[in-house]
């Protein structure tokens, strides 16, 4: 069954230093995975995905992430973080047997401090 | 352009109330979906449609319907609402297929059930 694990419930880090929120996945077949932000009270929106390619992928707001196979890692990066990153991220991945269906993993609070 | 549309925000309802969550999109993705969201528990798949006629049940069903009678429009209906109802429901769309489309999400609506 795929699977997507988000170890760290908060990340705290301070404004300008860099960041880096986590995810791990578990699939069958070549991945297809996404990252998304949700501010308090908002729907989520789409920072970034990896489809196929570099494994560098750059997205909205200056993220970007590291896909890396052998680890299975997709991990969240930023060089310099601030206030308003903080929220909720949400990492994902698409199943597979489906024409679109996403399984997200538990989210990852970031609260990035002046 | 709208993109995602969901009425209404807030909602409550007493134990055994039913009532229609509504969601439209005006991009004409074939695939929409319905999420929930708990606290640390990430967004779960409801139900899902591929295209207008086209509906299969996601990871937590129970207790709801849905119908797609049009690519715009997606209804979620409860039934008969319980308190373990209560959550934040998102809905979301994108383009159907084997391709790593990203999802749209609403605003979503919030749920309350005494």
């Known amino acids: 069954a795929q699977s997507v694990a988000q170890p760290e419930d908060q990340v705290n880090v301070a404004e300008g230093n860099p960041l880096t929120v986590k995810c791990t996945y578990s699939?069958?077949?070549?991945?297809?995975l996404f990252w998304y932000v949700q501010y308090p009270n908002r729907g989520l929106q789409f920072l970034l995905k990896?489809?196929?390619?570099?494994?560098l992928v750059k997205g909205s707001y200056g993220f970007e992430a590291e896909f890396n196979k052998s680890q299975t890692s997709f991990h969240l990066k930023k060089p310099s973080a601030l206030v308003s990153d903080s929220a909720l991220y949400f990492c994902a991945v698409r199943d597979g047997g489906s024409q679109g269906n996403l399984i997200f993993g538990k989210g990852t609070k970031l609260s990035v401090k002046p | 352009n709208a993109g995602v549309t969901q009425t209404p925000k807030f909602q409550v309802l007493k134990t055994g109330q039913s009532m229609t969550l509504q969601c439209a999109q005006d991009?004409?993705?074939?695939?929409m979906s319905w999420y929930r969201q708990d606290p640390g528990m990430g967004l779960r798949l409801i139900h899902y449609?591929?295209?207008?006629?086209?509906?299969d049940q996601g990871e937590v069903p129970n207790g709801y319907n849905v119908s797609r009678s049009t690519t715009e429009d997606f209804p979620l209906r409860l039934l008969s609402a319980a308190p373990s109802q209560t959550s934040v429901y998102f809905c979301a769309s994108s383009y159907a297929g084997t391709s790593g489309y990203e999802q749209y999400f609403g605003p979503g609506t919030r749920l309350t059930v005494t």
């Open positions: 991009m004409n993705h074939e695939y």
């Open positions: 449609s591929v295209g207008a006629g086209i509906t």
């Open positions: 699939v069958s077949g070549n991945p297809y």
């Open positions: 990896y489809i196929t390619g570099d494994n």
